[in-house]
T-cell receptor, first 116, second 110 residues
Framework: NAGVTQTPKFQVLKTGQSMTLQCAQD?????MSWYRQDPGMGLRLIHY???????DQGEVPNGYNVSRSTTEDFPLRLLSAAPSQTSVYFC???????????????FGAGSRLTVL | KNEVEQSPQNLTAQEGEFITINCSYS?????LHWLQQHPGGGIVSLFM???GKKKHGRLIATINIQEKHSSLHITASHPRDSAVYIC????????????FGKGTLLTVNP
């Protein structure tokens, strides 16, 4: 069981470049979500999905795009990278969208992005 | 939007001590999560609870819905418990969106 797989682990971009952070889970989880973690700010929700074809915005969605064409994959796209998007990004999933049962989150290992 | 406050921000303990980390939130929730993040970044979910108390090994989590407060206790602390502990809640208008506290950095010295 691979769990939640994020790639790449590290990436350096120049301002204005675009890129996609990949997130895949093999647990048949309905709920998938992306967060960014910045010093002193805690984790903040960027976008989330409650199933294939369904996505919605979180707290800090500007500059990011997502899609959910399959249950397994939830890529996060940076359309035109800015230095303010330098952060550590985490993908997480859970079996059902909250709240229901013992619905804990499973996190990926994180992706550290630096925008110069 | 729910505001989530954790205390203390930093906590240093000696091995074997009983540890308590607190989490307060501002509006009604459907569930509260406790997460652990070790140096190097990986995040692990410890508990999800919506009422009462849960126990796993030396970790105990409690929640008081009326007081909008939760505590995470660690009994017989060990240096391997050193990590950032993060409280997160969902609810307050959207069950699908998690709001996180800023975390409590715990250091357990041998």
């Amino acid at each position: 069981n691979a769990g939640v797989t994020q790639t790449p682990k590290f990436q350096v971009l120049k301002t204005g470049q675009s890129m996609t952070l990949q997130c895949a889970q093999d647990m048949n989880h309905e709920y998938m979500s992306w967060y960014r973690q910045d010093p002193g700010m805690g984790l903040r929700l960027i976008h989330y999905s409650v199933g294939a074809g369904i996505t919605d915005q979180g707290e800090v969605p500007n500059g990011y795009n997502v899609s959910r064409s399959t249950t397994e994959d939830f890529p996060l796209r940076l359309l035109s990278a800015a230095p303010s998007q330098t952060s550590v990004y985490f993908c997480a999933s859970s079996y059902k969208a909250f709240p229901s049962g013992a619905n804990v989150l499973t996190f990926g290992a994180g992706s550290r992005l630096t925008v110069l | 939007k729910n505001e989530v406050e954790q205390s203390p921000q930093n906590l240093t303990a000696q091995e074997g001590e009983f540890i308590t980390i607190n989490c307060s939130y501002s509006v009604g929730i459907s569930a509260l999560h406790w997460l652990q993040q070790h140096p190097g970044g990986g995040i692990v979910s410890l508990f999800m609870l919506s009422s009462g108390k849960k126990k796993h090994g030396r970790l105990i989590a409690t929640i008081n819905i009326q007081e909008k407060h939760s505590s995470l206790h660690i009994t017989a602390s060990h240096p391997r418990d050193s990590a950032v502990y993060i409280c997160a809640v969902n609810g307050g208008g959207s069950n699908y969106k998690l709001t996180f506290g800023k975390g409590t950095l715990l250091t357990v010295n041998p």
